[in-house]
Nanobody, 124 residues
Framework: QVQLVEFGGGRVQTGGSLRLSCVAS????????MGWFRQAPGKEREFVGVSNWNGDGANHADSVKGRFTASRDNAKNTAYLQMNSLKPEDTAVYYC?????????????????WGQGTQVTVSS
């Protein structure tokens, strides 16, 4: 059974930092690119960042570029999203997801497995 479990969400003030972790079981992470998405109330799920299969490349949405970094440790079967300089508009439920497109994808429909989500709240 495949499971992706996120850790590290919480409440932080504007300008603060959080690191989200996504621990995978039931799959070998090196066979997947690992993406991060977020969904705010009343909005569609949006792409945040993705780390390709071996971690030597990552892409990020323009809204988080320079502030967020997607990475991974395949030996630990874990993906990470480091979030710095957080803003109130970053408030959302954050999801990790695994796709067999090893270079990653911007599109939720192309992801095979999803975590349950973790809440991130940034207060002004």
């Amino acid at each position: 059974q495949v499971q992706l479990v996120e850790f590290g969400g919480g409440r932080v003030q504007t300008g603060g930092s959080l690191r989200l972790s996504c621990v995978a079981s039931g799959i070998t992470l090196s066979n997947y690119a690992m993406g991060w998405f977020r969904q705010a109330p009343g909005k569609e799920r949006e792409f945040v960042g993705v780390s390709n299969w071996n971690g030597d490349g990552a892409n990020h949405a323009d809204s988080v570029k320079g502030r967020f970094t997607a990475s991974r440790d395949n030996a630990k079967n874990t993906a990470y999203l480091q979030m710095n300089s957080l803003k109130p508009e970053d408030t959302a439920v954050y999801y990790c997801a695994a796709t067999s497109f090893v270079r990653g994808s911007y599109y939720p429909v192309e992801y095979d497995h999803w975590g349950q989500g973790t809440q991130v709240t940034v207060s002004s």
